[in-house]
């Protein structure tokens, strides 16, 4: 199937510093991708959807200008948490739409980046 | 207000018989379905999809049902092995699923041996 590819897979940053995570998707082109947050024994909660080109599109509750959303090309979307704090420790995840592939309009997933903040 | 319920938060299967997973929805806007299988500390993986106007879909072991007049939809693993121990989570969409994904919270199936 469709492979998406997150980097980096864990990071630890100190407080008020920004840390970047990348989203490509390997063998196909996403015009849409996805970025969730995981905490523990909860279920994946959207931050926002990045678009190629356009500015992404956040979720009630996500502030913008703390998770800066870049979806420069149609092979990567990056998501930068600025100024983290403890509470941004996290599991980060993206997805990709492929549109052209054999399921339709399936998501696939990265592998997730956890971050901590110490 | 939850869209998207999986109303067990865990279930245990013995090898080699039947898994079922549920998931009921309320927001009849949704029209694709997906399920996802997510170990601890990784991306969720693909496993079926179906669309709305289907009832069935079947993939190998792994088969979705879907009633939309119910609003439910289940998926049914069989025979489960001890690998398919892990977090399923029932994800819906609507316009054929070019709208975000909304997921339940996760059944976590454990196979055992």
């Known amino acids: 199937g469709a492979v998406v590819s997150q980097h980096p897979s864990w990071v630890i940053c100190k407080s008020g510093t920004s840390v970047k995570i990348e989203c490509r998707s390997l063998?196909?082109?996403?015009?849409?991708m996805f970025w969730y947050r995981q905490f523990p024994k909860q279920s994946l909660m959207l931050m926002a959807t990045?678009?190629?080109?356009?500015?992404?599109?956040?979720e009630q509750g996500v502030e913008k200008d703390k998770f800066l959303i870049n979806h420069a090309s149609l092979t990567l979307s990056t998501l930068t948490v600025t100024s983290a704090h403890p509470e941004d420790s996290s599991f980060y995840i993206c997805?990709?739409?492929?549109?052209?592939?054999?399921?339709?309009?399936?998501?696939?997933f990265g592998e997730g980046s956890w971050l901590t903040v110490v | 207000d939850q869209q998207v319920k999986q109303n067990s938060p865990s279930l245990s299967v013995q090898e080699g018989r039947i898994s079922i997973l549920n998931c009921d929805y309320t927001?009849?806007?949704?029209?694709?379905f997906l399920w996802y299988k997510k170990y601890p500390a990784e991306g969720p993986t693909f496993l079926i999809s179906?669309?709305?106007?289907?009832d069935k879909n079947e993939d190998g072991r792994f088969t979705v049902f879907l009633n939309k007049s119910a609003k439910h939809l289940s998926l049914h693993i069989v025979p489960s092995q001890p690998g398919d121990s892990a977090v399923y989570f029932c994800?819906?969409?609507?316009?054929?699923?070019?709208?975000?994904?909304?997921f339940g919270k996760g059944t976590k199936l454990t196979v055992n041996p």
């Open positions: 997805s990709a739409r492929d549109l052209a592939g054999q399921a339709g309009n399936t998501i696939y």
């Open positions: 994800a819906a969409s609507a316009e054929g699923g070019s709208e975000k994904l909304v």
């Open positions: 063998d196909f082109q996403a015009t849409t």
């Open positions: 927001n009849s806007m949704f029209d694709y």
């Open positions: 990045s678009n190629e080109g356009s500015k992404a599109t956040y």
């Open positions: 179906i669309s709305s106007i289907k």
